[in-house]
């Protein structure tokens, strides 16, 4: 006679010791999936959660779904496949004296195969394949059996559904770190609730919120990793918490005493999965830390190719590494983009730092991003636009990564130089003219002229190019006229000295910026139009257009308007011609200034929300705010609004990063503006509406910059969007097609496609990869549990 629990023993399930924190989503989604699939196996790096996860799912279903039971084996301490089906008959508490391998399965077999029962197989991946191959055999065998399983990899067989685990949700970089907006963020709250166990009455003040937002964003959201972390809060602050975090291995020891060896310490966590990898895999993992927040196939053949990694085996040990969750894949406008946690990263640059490599790796990532924006400066004006700027924008942390190596190692700075400059408007379009400046100003000092260097040669022309460049965007971020002049005349003596005419050009151009900091219009129409010429006769159309757009601005803001309007009508007909959008968007900015000068407040607003549709998808705040600024002008009859948009002016002016609060050349008609609506509003009202506007995210500001009324997200939406555009937006984000969504969401293709255009009105995007990165943000940024 059979031995064993009674039916409906709930075994391995035991009493949660600490509460499941921000994981309620999860735990109804897993709920749903068994309730449907037969097997569903947990996925995730070492230290997600997946653990806990699947216990707490496995205990919310247990009575309902699981009449017969729910039984947890726990594999973690288990080496030898050929016990791997005794032990879990052990945990079904079955009598099993000496039963080799494959009566144990049967013996399985035969107690599940009239039972409504859970199987919770934790800790597969050391045993993945006898795992598959127990699995298989039981679900064939017991058509009431449901398998949880978790897994550093999927097991790989018909009918298994891959639930990935992912870190919890960490705060914005960009946003506020409130006390009180923090509690609500799953990664804080976890912190807060441990570091209360361990200290009690702990709680995340106003002093500290930055530093734990900090801390928890350092750790990537893994859980395990933040418990340790908070472990450490008896002796230190969250401060020395995360400046002691540049060793985080040494410093995240201390788990409990009675777990598992692995489970104690970050390091034998990584160490675990480290050793479960093969030595091409390994290889990989240290090489692929040399990237920073992300990079994609072609640039990984590039930097991590050689003849002790082929390329034809580079993708198979790729597909390793994601399926052992040690690399991370996501579909991106509709191609795949890999990254690592930083926890993850960390230990493969330990490696590969050991392994001598390091330096070699650096250069050939170097490398590739120096032709990656050398590719991109030679393309930039064109249909691809948008895209190369997206692209840039994906690769900033590796663009940055790139530019440390030039000035760490000796002889680099000339090579930093090239990286930094091309293209050209990279720093001003992407919002980033501080960071830009840091860049060019400490490459430039590491920098020296070289004996022999020829002042003609193109190598000469990098550091004069950068000279230029460097100082525009500190014209740009509001430094005095005096120090730009100074500045300029050096640049025009190195440019007229090496014979480089672009550079000249550059200079009158930068002149012509400052002319109209002076409100001297007529100056600076005069020095556009010679930059133009020179940039004509050197067969530079885009540079040309640019002065050509910034004729027709002064000549609209002075009241030149034929003048005006025959400029913007060339720039218009070429930037069409060549499917060009940031300089038709300074075009609009133009037929704005030209409606306002005409009295037609809604046609200034109407071109302006134009131009700001062009301007947004490169993050130029700069122009963005401009147009800002001439729709805020053009609405001074609705007092409330218009100090809101002046909130948001502050806001956008504070983005760029310099002492400006509007364009210099605008200042006073500002002044004059925010002055007539002070007057127009009770103080209080004023302060509201403009505390508002300055605390807006961007995409909250946006939205009511272009009048959406669903500017503020509720529950289910993205800001400014309805919850069916949000959904439809999410779905592009995952690379479906129009008819792919139409089926997804049961509706017309037709009505699929207007969501889609609507969407693309509505933010100002210009094209579905604008849409999908945006989307993929928004889905990273956490909006509290």
């Known amino acids: 006679m059979e031995t064993g629990a009674a039916a409906g023993a709930f075994v391995g399930l035991g009493g949660e010791l600490t509460s499941l924190i921000g994981r309620r989503a999860e735990t109804a989604r897993i709920a749903r999936l068994l309730s449907g699939a037969r097997l569903v196996t947990l996925t995730g790096v070492g230290g997600v959660g997946k653990t806990r996860l699947a216990l707490r799912a496995a205990a919310d279903a247990a009575r309902s779904a699981f009449p017969d039971g729910v039984y947890v084996a726990e594999l973690a301490d288990l080496r030898d496949p050929e016990l791997l089906a005794p032990s879990v008959l052990g945990t079904l508490d079955v009598a099993n004296p000496g039963r080799p391998g494959a009566d144990a399965t049967a013996a399985l077999a035969a107690r599940l195969r009239e039972r409504r029962v859970l199987l919770v197989l934790d800790n597969c991946?050391?045993?993945?394949?006898?795992?598959?191959?127990?699995?298989?055999?039981?679900?064939?065998?017991?058509?009431?059996?449901?398998?949880?399983?978790?897994?550093?990899?999927p097991l790989g067989i018909a009918g298994e559904h891959v639930f990935s685990v992912e870190p919890l949700p960490v705060p914005d970089a960009d946003a506020g770190h409130g006390a009180r907006a923090l509690s609500r963020n799953p990664a804080v709250a976890l912190f807060a609730d441990r570091a209360a166990a361990v200290l009690p009455g702990f709680a995340v003040t106003e002093s500290d919120a930055a530093a734990v937002a900090e801390l928890v964003r350092r750790l990537d959201g893994l859980p395990f990793a933040i418990e340790l972390a908070a472990a450490r809060i008896r002796t230190l602050t969250p401060q020395e918490i995360l400046e002691r975090l540049s060793d985080r291995f040494a410093l995240l020891t201390g788990g409990s005493r009675v777990a598992a060896d692995r489970q104690r310490t970050l390091r034998a966590l990584i160490d675990w999965s480290h050793e479960l990898c093969t030595e091409r895999e390994r290889l990989l993992w240290a090489r692929v830390s040399v990237f920073r927040g992300g990079f994609d196939l072609e640039s990984l053949e590039q930097v991590c190719a050689d003849a002790e990694l082929p390329p034809a085996a580079l993708l198979d040990t790729l597909d390793a590494l994601v399926a052992r969750s040690i690399v991370n894949c996501r579909q991106k406008h509709g191609r795949?983009?890999?990254?690592?946690?930083?926890?993850?990263?960390?230990?493969?640059?330990?490696?590969?730092?050991?392994?001598?490599?390091?330096?070699?790796?650096?250069?050939?990532?170097?490398?590739?991003?120096?032709?990656l924006t050398a590719r991109v400066g030679q393309e930039w004006f064109g249909h691809r636009q948008v895209d190369w700027f997206t692209r840039l924008r994906l690769d900033h942390p590796n663009l940055r990564a790139a530019l440390e190596f030039c000035l760490e190692r000796p002889g680099q700075a000339r090579a930093g130089l090239a990286l930094a400059v091309?293209?050209?408007?990279?720093?001003?379009?992407?919002?980033?003219?501080?960071?830009?400046?840091?860049?060019?100003?400490?490459?430039l000092a590491a920098d020296q002229a070289r004996d022999g260097d020829d002042a003609a040669g193109p190598d000469a022309a990098v550091r004069v190019q950068a000279q230029v460049t460097d100082t525009y965007l500190g014209i740009l971020q509001g430094d005095s006229e005096a120090d730009a002049r100074r500045a300029l005349a050096a640049c025009e003596a190195a440019a007229r000295r090496g014979g480089h005419r672009r550079e000249s050009a550059w200079v009158w151009h930068h002149h012509g910026i400052l002319a109209v900091w002076r409100e001297d219009f007529a100056g600076a129409a005069d020095l556009f139009a010679r930059a133009r010429a020179e940039f004509r006769a050197q067969g530079c159309l885009d540079a040309a257009l640019e002065c050509r757009v910034k004729f027709a601005l002064v000549h609209a803001y002075a009241g030149e308007v034929a003048a005006a309007d025959e400029a913007c009508g060339e720039v218009e007909r070429a930037a069409r011609a060549h499917d060009e959008s940031w300089l038709h968007g300074m075009a609009l900015l133009a037929r704005a200034l030209l409606a306002r000068r005409a009295d037609a407040p809604a046609d200034a607003i109407a071109h302006a929300r134009a131009g700001i549709a062009r301007l947004r998808p490169f993050?130029?705040?700069?122009?963005?705010?401009?147009?800002?600024?001439?729709?805020?002008?053009?609405?001074?009859?609705?007092?409330?609004?218009?100090?809101?948009?002046?909130?948001?002016?502050?806001?956008?002016?504070?983005?760029?990063?310099?002492?400006?609060?509007?364009?210099?050349?605008?200042?006073?008609?500002?002044?004059?503006?925010?002055?007539?609506?002070?007057?127009?509003?009770?103080?209080?009202?004023?302060?509201?509406?403009?505390?508002?506007?300055?605390?807006?995210?961007?995409?909250?500001?946006?939205?009511?910059?272009?009048?959406?009324?669903?500017?503020?997200?509720?529950?289910?939406?993205?800001?400014?969007l309805t919850r069916r555009e949000s959904q439809v937006a999410e779905l592009v984000a995952e690379g479906l097609s129009n008819k792919d969504i139409a089926a997804r969401l049961t509706i017309a293709q037709r009505t699929a496609e207007n969501h889609v255009e609507r969407i693309l009105r509505r933010l100002g995007f210009t094209s579905r990869t604008q849409l999908a990165v945006w989307a993929y943000e928004q889905r990273e940024t956490p909006t509290g549990s």
């Open 125 to 153: 991946e050391h045993l993945i394949d006898a795992c598959a191959r127990l699995t298989d055999a039981l679900l064939r065998a017991a058509p009431g059996l449901r398998v949880l399983a978790t897994s550093r990899q």
């Open 336 to 371: 795949s983009r890999y990254h690592l946690l930083e926890t993850v990263r960390e230990y493969g640059h330990e490696r590969l730092a050991a392994s001598g490599s390091l330096d070699t790796l650096r250069g050939r990532h170097r490398n590739r991003y120096a032709e």
């Open 422 to 443: 091309s293209p050209r408007h990279y720093w001003i379009t992407a919002g980033l003219l501080s960071e830009g400046r840091h860049w060019l100003s400490h490459l």
């Open 619 to 720: 993050q130029d705040w700069w122009d963005v705010a401009m147009c800002v600024e001439v729709i805020a002008w053009s609405t001074q009859d609705d007092p409330r609004r218009a100090a809101r948009l002046l909130g948001v002016l502050r806001m956008l002016w504070e983005s760029v990063g310099g002492r400006l609060g509007s364009a210099p050349f605008m200042r006073a008609q500002h002044l004059r503006f925010e002055t007539a609506v002070r007057e127009a509003l009770p103080v209080a009202v004023f302060d509201r509406e403009f505390r508002r506007g300055a605390r807006a995210t961007v995409d909250e500001a946006m939205a009511y910059v272009l009048d959406d009324a669903a500017g503020a997200a509720g529950p289910g939406r993205r800001p400014g």
